[in-house]
């Protein structure tokens, strides 16, 4: 066996894949696509593996199992060492995080834990609420399962390569797994309810292996871009700026919940990770550039220890995002303050794993000793109080249970409505009526345009919007009048399951209310949502619309709501939530209201966000204090609207 020599060109490319993916789990509002960058980790190892296997001269059953082993002792050890220590530290300061996290250890280390995400349904893109610091294990998981097979097929095939022609029935075979596996993606992708299912299934993401080890098998044929840049005579460096400004600019506008992602980006994006990577190996390969380390500078140095750490930075990055967002939930300091603590956590962190587990030890014996350590800790869970369990069982029953009574109200509000709609039709149809008759009775005539003129004042008071003094936003001190004024107006509210959650409250104050609520619901659903609530049973007075808790928000999805409400006065609530996005969210929504008339922010966040007593669990829904005082400030802001 040869031995291997490292290529710097992709010790940088690991450094850029890391960090793209470290943004996307800390601040996915400034970077949505960088879950793309773990396609490229994946592509890179079917390079790097067949290229290990072109090393091999007879690759039997003993070599088979020796790859396998080292490949795990390099895999695994760092693995239980984190989980171990990880879960020791939550259950030292905080158990919330720990009983989170309990679960989903034993699938991680067992590497199911992306079947495991697919079998309860778990969401890589929706994660509020929620504490599990071992979320991203389903990539080294799937990374096993994906070692697993692309050796277990190349020793069948070394196997009985007598009856093939060696490489070519790997290209052909490679080939037909990998459109196999996209194929399978496509068809998933016409179902929103799968996007776990694709995100987490090994089937519909094996290609990205098979495509790597593709573009190894097929390196040869990557010497034609030379010539094909000379024939057109311009750089072949452009050829990579190409490719890298690709790989870059996925990061920024690629969504992980459009199924269009799944249906053609993925697909195109892969085989472009397996360009780059050719690209970059032949490039080096026939010193096309060169790469000297002595002369790199303090940037690309530094780069170049991200990626020789990257694996390291990848174990530790998300976990300690999961510890910083829960120590920051209930706080408005700045999150940059959040995102300095964890760049240089992370990095301590990850340069101790390396350390320590980079010097020789009795792996055996480590093995047990951490295989054990999980196992207890597993057990000891079932004997410690879970302090979210019954919260969260509690919230989860309010919900289901408001979510039936909205129903039975909404039904009850529509009747209500068509009533006083043939109500006014048949005032109208008198009126049309008596209007008939007025040419034959001069007195009558006379008489009906004394009532019709009554009846106009009548509507002008009725309809002449009342005036209100303008009071502190957390001034929840309601007169009679405003209580009066609160009842008889109608409302029409669209939201998620905070909106659901408070429902009763709102209702005490706003009987006259249609609202639709979904679990999960984001505000790019919004502007459908309010079109069909209008087109079937028509608007209140005022429109009301909470959904910014579960992340995605664009201008554009608050100008159609506003469209969409033909002059109401709609009334947007901000959130308070764990998330990085929160403040991003926030801002949207304060600045479109600053500048839109009609457009009324309620800042929950202002009175909420350092008020943890208000909160379940979760950190996102209002507990019963919590659900009131988001009512009235509801209220209030609709008053104040009013306000002259």
């Known amino acids: 066996m040869r031995k291997q020599k ?3 060109s992709f010790t940088f490319l690991r450094a850029i894949f890391i960090i793209a993916i470290s943004i996307f789990h800390s601040s996915v509002q400034f970077l949505p696509g960088g879950f793309m960058a773990v396609i490229g980790f994946f592509v890179m190892s079917g390079f790097l593996m067949m290229k290990k296997l072109n090393t091999i001269d007879d690759y039997d059953f003993n070599e088979f199992k020796s790859i396998i082993k080292k490949r795990f002792k390099k895999l695994l050890p760092s693995l239980y060492f984190v989980i171990s220590l990880s879960l020791v530290f939550a259950l030292i300061f905080s158990r919330i995080i720990f009983h989170d996290s309990i679960k989903s250890s034993l699938p991680t280390a067992l590497s199911f834990q992306n079947l495991y ?3 309860k349904g778990g969401s890589y893109f929706t994660k509020n609420g929620y504490f599990d610091m071992f979320t991203h294990f389903w990539y080294i998981s799937m990374q096993v399962q994906f070692i697993l097979i692309f050796y277990l097929v190349n020793y069948f095939i070394n196997k009985y390569k007598d009856k093939f022609s060696g490489k070519n029935i790997k290209i052909y075979l490679f080939t037909l797994i990998s459109a ?6 496509i068809i998933f992708s016409f179902d929103k309810n799968n996007i776990s299912r694709i995100y987490y299934g090994p089937d519909v993401r094996i290609n990205a292996i098979f495509i790597g080890a593709l573009a190894y098998l097929l390196i040869d044929y990557f010497s034609k871009i030379f010539e094909f840049a000379k024939e057109k005579n311009f750089s072949e460096k452009y050829i990579l700026y190409a490719l890298l400004f690709l790989t870059f600019i996925a990061y920024f506008f690629v969504s992980g919940e459009n199924l269009y992602t799944y249906r053609i980006i993925i697909p195109i994006y892969t085989l472009i990770q397996a360009l780059l990577i050719g690209v970059l190996y032949s490039y080096e390969k026939e010193n096309k550039f060169v790469i000297k380390k ?3 500078g ?12 990257s694996y390291y930075i990848y174990l530790w990055q998300y976990i300690i995002s999961t510890f910083l967002s829960y120590a920051f939930a209930h706080t408005s300091k700045s999150r940059i303050i959040a995102y300095i603590l964890e760049i240089i956590i992370v990095l301590i962190l990850s340069e101790l794993t390396y350390v320590i587990l980079n010097r020789k030890f009795d792996f055996k014996k480590y093995f047990i000793i951490t295989s054990a350590l999980i196992l207890g800790l597993n057990a000891l869970a079932f004997f410690i109080p879970n302090p979210k369990e019954k919260d969260m069982k509690e919230l989860e029953k309010r919900i289901s249970e408001n979510q039936d009574n909205i129903k039975k109200n909404n039904e009850k509000y529509v009747k209500e409505q068509k009533k006083k709609e043939n109500k006014e039709n048949l005032e109208k149809s008198k009126n ?7 040419e034959t009775d001069p007195k009558q005539n006379e008489s009906n345009k004394e009532n019709e003129n009554k009846n106009k004042n009548k509507n002008k008071e009725e309809n002449k919007e009342p005036v209100f003094e303008k009071k502190a936003y957390d001034d929840f001190n309601f007169t009679d009048k405003e209580k009066e004024f609160l009842k008889n107006t109608s409302i029409t509210a669209v939201g998620d399951s905070v909106l659901i959650n408070i429902d009763p409250f709102l209702r005490e ?16 659903d919004g502007p459908k949502v309010l079109q069909d609530i209008k087109n079937k049973n028509g608007l209140g007075n005022i429109v009301l619309v909470s959904l910014g808790s579960n992340g995605t928000l664009s201008e554009q999805n608050m100008v159609d709501i506003l469209n969409i409400s033909e002059g109401r006065k709609v009334y947007f609530v901000n959130t308070v939530n764990s998330q990085s996005w929160e403040m991003t969210i926030n801002s949207k929504i304060k600045k479109f209201c600053d500048e839109n008339k009609n457009a009324y922010m309620v800042d929950w966040y202002k009175f909420a966000k350092e008020k943890a007593n208000l909160f379940a669990k979760d950190m996102v829904h209002p507990e019963v204090e ?19």
Request: without cysteine; proline residues 1%; hydrophobic residues 40%.
């Open 6 to 8: 490292q290529i710097d």
């Open 117 to 119: 995400q697919i079998f």
């Open 180 to 185: 196999i596996s996209i194929l399978l993606m």
């Open 294 to 296: 002595k002369e790199m």
């Open 298 to 309: 303090i940037f690309k140095t530094f780069l170049y220890y991200i990626g020789l750490r």
């Open 432 to 438: 049309q009526l008596s209007n008939e008759n007025k």
């Open 509 to 524: 104050f706003n009987p006259n209310l249609y609202l639709d609520g979904e679990v999960g619901r984001q505000m790019t």
């Open 626 to 644: 919590g659900a009131k005082a988001y009512r009235n400030l509801i209220e209030r802001e609709i008053i104040n609207s009013f306000a002259k």
